[in-house]
C-alpha cells in the first residue's frame, strides 16, 4: 500500500480494477465480434482518436501547464505509450482474428505470472510467499475453466497463430505495466495529463499503420454497429479502464493490481451469459470462486 493512502482509497482502487477487467473483457468480446468488419490498426486508431477528442478539451491547458515535465519524461513517456496505448490493441485485435474471445481473456490471466517476475527483476518487488500461493489457488481455478472441468479437454487443449499473438501482447502489457511504476518519479502528473500525453503519442504512432490498412483497400462501413464498438473501445476500454489500472497500480502497486486479470476469463462468461444467452455451467462457478479465493489470499492484510 502506498504510504498515506487510507482504507477508503484503497477500496476504491480496487474497485477500479475490477471494473478496468470488466471493461477490457467486453473489449475482447468486441475484438473479436468485429475481426471481420474492422481491420486492427483502423479499430486501434480510431478507438483512441475517439477517447483523445474526448478527453482533450479538458487537459490541454494542463498539458500545456505541465510541459516542463512531459518534456522531462521524454522517451520513457514515448516508450510506455508504445506498448500500452499502441502495441497492445493493435496485438489484441490481431490476435482476435484468428482466436476467440474467451482465449483473448484466458491468455490474460498469464500476466500475474509475467508480471511477478518482471517486478522482482526490474522492481526488485517480489511478491510474498502467500501472493504465490494465491496465485497457484487463481491458476487452478483459471484451469477448471479452461477444460470446462474435463481433465481429457484440458490435455486436449491446443494453440494457434492468434494464441502465441496474444501471448507477445501480455508480455507487452506487463512491461508498460512495470515500467509505469518503476519510471513513476517521472509521471508525477495529474492521472488525465499523464493519460492525454500517453494517447497524443499513441495514435501518432498508429497512424501510419492506419494509412497502410487505407492504402490496401482495408476500411470498415460506416453502420451503427460498427460505430458502437469503436464508441465502447474509445471510452470504456480506453479512458475509463486505463485511467483505473494505472490509478490501481499507483496506489496498490504492481503485484496485487495485475491479480486481478484472473477474472477476466469469469467476466467474459458472464458477458457471454447476459448478452449472448451463452448458459452457465457448474465449472464456471467453480473456476471462478477458485479465482476469487486465490485473489483474496494473495491480497488480504495479514493476521497477527
Not at 97 to 121: E, K, M, S, W
Not at 141 to 157: C, D, F, K, Y
Not at 263 to 290: N, S
Amino acid at each position: 500500500m502506498t504510504q498515506g493512502t487510507g482504507p477508503g482509497a484503497v477500496g476504491l482502487a480496487w474497485a477500479g480494477l475490477l471494473l478496468a477487467s470488466l471493461f477490457w473483457a467486453g473489449n475482447a468480446l468486441v475484438a473479436r465480434a468485429f475481426h471481420d468488419a474492422i481491420p486492427p490498426f483502423t479499430l486501434s486508431f480510431w478507438r483512441w482518436t475517439l477517447a483523445l477528442a474526448i478527453l482533450l478539451p479538458f487537459v490541454a491547458r494542463p498539458m500545456w501547464q505541465h510541459r516542463a515535465q512531459l518534456r522531462q519524461a521524454g522517451w520513457r513517456l514515448l516508450l510506455v505509450a508504445t506498448l500500452g496505448i499502441c502495441n497492445f490493441s493493435v496485438l489484441l485485435y490481431f490476435a482476435a482474428r484468428t482466436t476467440v474471445a474467451i482465449n483473448l481473456t484466458l491468455l490474460n490471466t498469464c500476466l500475474p505470472l509475467a508480471t511477478f517476475i518482471g517486478a522482482g527483476i526490474l522492481l526488485n518487488e517480489w511478491p510474498k510467499r502467500r501472493a504465490w500461493l494465491g496465485m497457484i489457488v487463481a491458476t487452478v481455478g483459471l484451469l477448471v475453466l479452461i477444460a470446462q472441468g474435463s481433465g481429457a479437454q484440458l490435455m486436449a487443449l491446443t494453440f494457434n497463430p492468434g494464441d502465441l499473438i496474444m501471448l507477445a501482447a501480455v508480455i507487452d502489457w506487463a512491461l508498460y505495466t512495470l515500467l509505469l511504476r518503476r519510471w513513476s518519479a517521472y509521471f508525477q502528473l495529474p492521472p488525465l495529463v499523464l493519460l492525454g500525453a500517453m494517447i497524443v503519442c499513441g495514435v501518432t504512432l498508429l497512424l501510419p499503420g492506419y494509412l497502410l490498412e487505407l492504402a490496401s483497400g482495408q476500411h470498415f462501413e460506416p453502420t451503427v454497429d460498427n460505430f458502437a464498438a469503436i464508441g465502447y473501445t474509445g471510452v470504456a476500454a480506453s479512458l475509463l479502464a486505463y485511467l483505473l489500472w494505472n490509478h490501481g497500480i499507483r496506489v496498490l502497486g504492481v503485484a496485487k493490481a495485475v491479480l486481478t486479470n484472473y477474472l477476466m476469463p469469469v467476466f467474459t462468461a458472464l458477458l457471454g451469459y447476459l448478452l449472448l444467452g451463452e448458459g452457465l455451467q457448474a465449472y464456471h462457478w467453480l473456476g471462478g470462486a477458485m479465482i476469487f479465493a486465490g485473489l483474496l489470499l494473495a491480497t488480504r492484510p495479514s493476521l497477527r
